[in-house]
């Protein structure tokens, strides 16, 4: 399959490359600038409302979105509703619309579970949950989804949405480096208390179940949540972490309660309920309907991590 990707060069999409080639695809990758990969690159610049996508989209069967603006801590942006949308729905959009017009057949759209709920859930996220976005990523994201089931509906171009938990492995930023690089510290930290359940999956994990939605024929006009296994607590995150790392895990039981009035007077909530707080997702649907499997359990995503963790500190 002739296939054109997007966010080649971002986290998840330098694992998915050359998985796709691996399994006979061929790859075209819309690129801000050219970069030698195992891809035909195809230089598109920015992403947004404007881009031409005429050259990228000649003789393509398929498109797998991966590139978006992504959630960020501190957001300088004067609107950063705007500005997500801009990208992130708007961008999607155009590409959308252009990918239609050349007689794209699938196309492939990586989201978030942000686009369903951005606070913690005691019971797990499933297909009938109502979407209830509260972050500009999160609603920019939904906005997407919805606008290319629209297109989608209108053209007949097949539309397969993916919705992941926390993504984590080599080359991730944001609140999985944290944690790594923390409990690499051997530091003693205040989450012993903590009984939280997780949903999480691995890089290589998501890149496969990308790869199984372009090709599976039942996964047209669906949305499917991914995860690696079954959740994990943070404390037993941190567990793992320290054992792939080869670091002992310096847990002390600190009561829930205590630890989020310290938050509180801090003005550390927002990062207490991302490691306290219970964020699960059913993704029953991918495996039982397309019979995915993800190929790496937790241990070795996590060893994998660790290696790189400990390679790019030299």
Known sequence: MRVLLTGATGFVGRHTAPLLAARGHRVRAALRNAKDGPWEPTVVGDIGPDTNWTTALADIDAVIH??????????????????????????????????????VKRFVFLSSVKAMVDESRPTPLDESTTPVPTSPYGVSKLEAERALAAISARTGMEAVVIRPPLVYGPGAAGNMRALVKLVATGLPLPLGGI????????????????ATVLEHPDAAGRTFLVQDGDPVSTAALVRAVAAALGRPARLIPVPRGLMALGA???????????LAGTLTVDDAPIRKGLGWRPPHDLASGLRATAEWFKASRG
């Not at 009984?195 to 990308?210: F, K, M, P």
């Open 264 to 274: 509180a007077l801090t003005g550390t909530r927002a990062v207490f309920d991302r």
């Open 195 to 210: 009984h939280n359940r997780r949903s999480l999956i691995y890089v290589g994990n998501l890149a496969d179940a990308v």
């Open 66 to 103: 991966l590139a978006a603006r992504v959630h960020v801590m501190r957001d300088k942006a004067a609107d950063p509703l705007a500005e997500f949308r801009r990208v992130n729905t708007a961008g999607t959009v155009r590409l959308a619309e252009q990918a239609a017009a050349a007689g």
